[in-house]
Every structure is written in C-alpha cells, then in structure tokens.
C-alpha cells in the first residue's frame, strides 16, 4: 500500500481495516468514508486483478467466510480435542473401574497387609506410576518402597520372601526389566502382583495375581502419561481397601 498514490492507498488502507463493512458498502458510500473519489476505488479494484468494485466485493466477501470458517474450525476443532482427551481418560478409569474384582481387590489389600515388606517397580512412564503407587500405600501403613533402578530391584527382589510382597507395573506387560523383576521375586517367594492392561502377556505369567487396567484408545508412549490416571485409580482403590492401619506402641 506504501508505493501506492495518495489516494489509492488510503482507499487500500480503509478497506484492509474494514473488510466486514465494504463488503455491505455501495461504492459510493465507501468513496465517502474512505475520502477516495469513485474513479480511484475503480482504479484499486483493477490494480488488484477484478473488473471492478462488484467484482472485488464478491471476492472479499468470499475471502471473509473462508476465514471466518477456519477461525471457527481451528477453535471448535481444539475444543473437541480436549473434550476428546477427557472423555478418553474418564473412560478408561470406568472401565478399570468396571474390570476391577472387589474380591480380588480385598484380597490382595489383604496379603499386602500380612507382608513385611513391598516392592513396586516400572519402566519408564510405569516407574512415575510405581512412585505413586509405593507413596499412596505407604500412606496408607504399608512399607512400601519404588524402585527405578532394574539393577538394584532385581537384586533385592532375589532376597525377597513369602513375607514380601513385590507389585511390577507395565501398560504392555511385556517390558524385559519389568518381567524379569516379578520373575526375580516370585521364584524368591515374594508374593507377585502384576499391573498391566495385557492379561495374557509375559508379566502377567510371572504373576500370582493381576490387577487389570483399561486399554486406551490413545497414544501412552513417547512422553504421554495417560496411562496414569486409570493406575491411580488402582492405587487408590488397593489403599482404601487396606483401609487404616492399627499401629502398636
């Protein structure tokens, strides 16, 4: 707009800054407002490729839908997107929720009660959610302790007992350190628990029992934590069912 002459650029600036009211204006009425005379609005139009005024308001307002619409599509789309994800996470705790045996459940609180000691190990994404798991018992009276380094978690679990308890975390159930750490400890005695969303998978034949989680239907690698809502829940359904802990003096 800076090398057009006087007038024609201060037409080209009043449209740029007005778009949704040219497309309603005649061309005299924007000749008025625009203090542009008629015959350089026409000039505009021209130097712009239309063959006139009518030409170029068809073409504007064409302009402003096809905008207006991306606007809308770009907002309503990232709404969707995070009422997606939160329906997707909900629904995955429900249907834990609903695959969860409260025998089961009350069964386990009940052995984790009885053990003197408790051992929770995962990989990656699953090692945040071993930390919650040990925090959330240990909250509720139990000795529990994560463990993040596989060295370390397999060698203790090799002096693990049947007063020990280890609790081994993996979505897939088959991460090589995770199945080899629930090996380590049931062959010692430890009583073992795995937590997986696979049933049939190389950490669930290492366990004595299996605490499902929910498959999601979304992305739970490559940064994603996903998986750790429906394993709080897990968590958080074992401690209440520990429910309090009676210390001695």
């Not at 051992?119 to 699953?126: I, L, M, N, Q």
């Amino acid at each position: 707009m800076t090398d057009l002459p006087t007038a024609l650029g201060r037409a080209a600036i009043y449209i740029s800054e007005n778009p949704e009211k040219v497309v309603r204006f005649s061309l005299k009425t924007l000749s008025s407002l625009s203090k542009t005379g008629e015959a350089s609005i026409v000039r505009l139009c021209h130097l712009a490729g239309f063959e006139g005024f009518s030409d170029f308001k068809l073409a504007l307002a064409s302009e402003l839908a096809v905008r207006e619409q991306a606007g809308r599509t770009d907002e309503e789309g990232e709404r969707h997107h995070l009422i997606t994800l939160a329906e997707e996470l909900a629904a995955s705790i429900n249907r834990t929720a609903e695959g969860l045996d409260p025998l089961l459940l009350e069964m386990v609180a009940h052995r984790l009660k009885q053990s003197v000691r408790i051992d929770v190990y995962g990989s990656g994404v699953s090692g945040i959610i071993a930390e919650l798991f040990s925090y959330r018992l240990l909250r509720a009276g139990l000795n529990a302790h994560a463990l993040r380094d596989i060295t370390l978690a397999t060698e203790i679990a090799n002096g693990l007992g049947p007063t020990a308890a280890a609790i081994a975390i993996s979505e897939s159930g088959v991460t090589a350190n995770t199945v080899e750490f629930l090996r380590s400890a049931r062959t010692a005695g430890a009583h073992a628990i795995a937590v997986t969303c696979q049933p049939r998978s190389a950490l669930a034949k290492q366990a004595d029992v299996i605490l499902p989680m929910a498959r999601l239907s979304i992305p739970a690698y490559g940064g994603y934590i996903n998986a750790v809502p429906r394993a709080v829940y897990i968590a958080e359904a074992l401690a209440g069912a520990v429910g309090p802990i009676k210390h001695l003096d």
